[in-house]
């Protein structure tokens, strides 16, 4: 009898390459599409580069530029042409500045349901809302997807979320995303994938679909993804893509590992509160508190549904005078429509500030708040300073309880507004793609524009025996890839390695490089020690590839996420975790730290003991045969 079979597993067998999901902890997929952004898309090419494959191998490979778009120095657009004529001489579809955001635009005009997409940024997931296996990844692994090779996660337990009843006026995905971030947080996820199921998905469209999975990386899973539907098929056909639609619901009787059910008529406004995305909080409760800021659009919600949303609260009104109100939208074809339909103009008339269509705000790279501000964002992440001001308290909100604070100038919820309908037909202009007719292929003799901020990446070198070194920082929980790579001010760096490294835990303590190359220079090795959910949120590899080139070795903390755990791998830094969590708090920043045996450990069961002068206790790490490889010469390039 044939298995039923849920979204999930009937994508994931249908990619299958290496591994049995039934017997192995680790399986190898094909990747159909890969998408590359500005500020990861630098170092993943030049990865690719030094692979020395002709051209790309996978279906579809797409560069975006959407982080580093604000020109302050010559850094970011010497990387724009880099990336355009690696673009041209590889087969990959190159999408220009104030094109739009990789995810809204990938959703837009490339995603395909029952496919697998990987991507060098955390919220590529948002593609599980047309029924395609998105990932998030280190820039290394998409290299890699290029040149046609396979694609590692744990084998996934599945997780349904299970949908029923309609959202009130007023409540929307985003509320959705933030219950179930409310019941799963943003630690203990890993492993899992979250798909979508029950009457209520019916119920919403596309963009709500993709609101949902985006943020779903919040929660610190491998990706989320709802069935391919009736509702899909309308909007790849609006989307002029009507041949790329394929079906793909889970069998009736289905199993999946644990069940969640969300009750969309029970929902109210919710926030998440500073400084977690898991940190929720109903907006009732907030009432009365008064707003300095409003940031409505980055990936999560910035669609024309959202904003079309937005204007329709703002009409004939405008926001409160102490308020600043900024407005990105996700692509050139929401902007035309919204212009088309005179959103657009209402939104200018009440007040809002027109930005780029891009990252942005999200990532600190403009409109940072004031000191000490409330600032309600639509976005993804509330970070401690990822919006560029420490001090400020960051709110994560839908557009509706978005725009109606905008009025009144405090937290408010939304009251309810007329849904924006599907549209039958999107207004198609795909001229800021370019190669497109050369995709796959390339043009030969192109030369790589490499501008003097373009460095060489650096490789790590094979696992010593033994492990002689310094407890170089420890951090406690939750820090995220933002404390240990900042970006904002700081992105620039990212193709230059060596400046890039400079700022390495800036946010925690500013003379880490600095007391790394010291110990470095006396041959000691360079360890991290960490507490709970260490390396969540970004999918940014050089928050393990800087510490690489800076001497670190190892991080031992008491869990580690998954994108970052397998980025340290690819740099061949090993990924500890205390066995015991106590002894967390035997460790100081500046001890001495020994391990004998280290090769032999990683060669055998990943088990270890760790010296320091206040004695000695066990560490642990569970490694695949090919993460081993990895770890043992030195990471993923240094093994090509």
Not at 105 to 113: D, N
Not at 171 to 182: F, G, H, T
Not at 384 to 401: D, H, I, M, Q
Not at 585 to 605: F, V
Request: aromatic share 6%; glycine share 10%.
């Amino acid at each position: 009898m044939k298995k039923k079979m849920n979204v999930v597993e009937k994508i994931l067998s249908s990619h299958l390459v290496e591994g049995d999901a039934a017997k192995d902890s680790e399986l190898g997929i094909r990747i159909d599409q890969t998408l590359t952004q500005d500020a990861t898309g630098t170092m993943a090419y030049l990865q690719f580069e030094s692979m020395g494959v002709k051209h790309v191998k996978n279906d579809l490979a797409v560069s975006y530029v959407d982080h580093n778009t604000v020109q302050i120095g010559f850094e970011n657009a010497d990387d724009h042409d880099f990336l355009a004529s690696v673009a041209k001489k590889y087969g990959i579809i190159y999408s220009k500045a104030g094109n739009g955001i990789c995810h809204q635009l990938h959703l837009e005009r490339f995603g395909k349901p029952g496919t697998t997409l990987l991507g060098s940024d955390s919220h590529t997931p948002t593609g599980g809302g047309i029924g395609q296996i998105a990932i998030g990844a280190g820039g290394i692994d998409i290299a890699v997807a290029m040149a046609g090779g396979a694609f590692h996660i744990p084998t996934p337990k599945v997780r349904g979320i299970k949908l029923t009843g309609r959202l009130k006026k007023g409540v929307s995905a985003k509320d959705v995303i933030l219950k179930v971030l409310e019941k799963f947080g943003t630690k203990g996820n890993v492993g899992w994938i979250f798909e979508y199921f029950g009457p209520g998905v019916a119920t919403l469209d596309v963009p709500s679909r993709a609101t949902i999975t985006n943020m779903g990386a919040e929660l610190g899973v491998t990706t989320s993804v709802f069935p391919s539907d009736k509702v899909t098929k309308q909007f790849l056909a609006a989307q002029g893509r009507a041949k790329d639609f394929k079906e793909i619901t889970a069998d009736k009787g289905a199993k999946y590992d644990d069940v969640f059910t969300v009750d969309l008529s029970k929902l109210e406004p919710l926030a998440a509160a500073p400084h977690s995305p898991g940190n929720i909080v109903t907006v009732k409760s907030m009432r009365g508190t008064r707003v300095n800021q409003i940031m409505i659009g980055s990936c999560t919600n910035s669609s024309y549904r959202d904003i079309r949303t937005v204007a329709q609260i703002l009409k004939g009104k405008h926001v409160a005078e102490d308020v600043e109100v900024g407005i990105a939208c996700g692509s050139r074809q929401v902007v035309n429509m919204l212009a088309k339909d005179g959103s657009l103009a209402t939104l200018i008339s009440a007040g809002c500030r027109i930005l780029e269509n891009a990252c942005g705000f999200c990532i600190g790279a403009h409109m940072s708040p004031s000191t000490n501000a409330v600032s309600l964002r639509t976005n993804n992440r509330n970070f401690e300073g990822r919006s560029g001001t420490k001090s400020a308290k960051v709110y994560l909100v839908s557009p509706e309880t978005a725009a109606a604070s905008a009025l009144t100038g405090e937290f408010t919820a939304c009251t309810g507004t007329p849904a924006v309908p599907a549209p039958k037909k999107f207004p198609i202009d795909d001229e800021m793609f370019l190669y497109r007719k050369t995709a796959g292929k390339g043009v030969k003799g192109t030369k790589i524009v490499r501008g003097p901020n373009i460095a060489q990446v650096p490789k790590g070198t094979a696992l010593a025996a033994d492990l002689k070194g310094v407890a170089a920082i420890k951090v406690g929980d939750k820090i995220t890839t933002d404390h240990i790579m900042p970006a904002g001010a700081r992105l620039k760096f990212r193709s230059n390695v060596p400046e890039y490294a400079k700022y390495v835990f800036e946010p925690c303590d500013k003379s880490f490089h600095d007391n790394c190359m010291a110990n470095r220079e006396k041959n000691l090795a360079n360890v991290i020690v960490a507490g709970e959910s260490y390396g969540q949120g970004s999918s940014r590899e050089h928050a393990a590839l800087c510490p690489m080139y800076l001497g670190v070795k190892a991080v031992v903390a008491k869990s580690i996420e998954r994108i970052h755990r397998a980025n340290l791998i690819n740099f061949g830094i090993i990924p500890f975790t205390f066995a015991d969590a106590k002894d967390y708090d035997k460790i100081k920043a500046g001890d001495k730290i020994e391990i004998k045996g280290l090769k032999a450990a990683i060669e055998g069961d990943g088990t270890a003991v760790l010296k320091t002068a206040k004695g000695s206790f066990t560490v642990k790490t569970s490694l695949s045969d090919r993460e081993k490889r990895l770890i043992l010469c030195g990471g993923l390039l240094a093994s090509l």
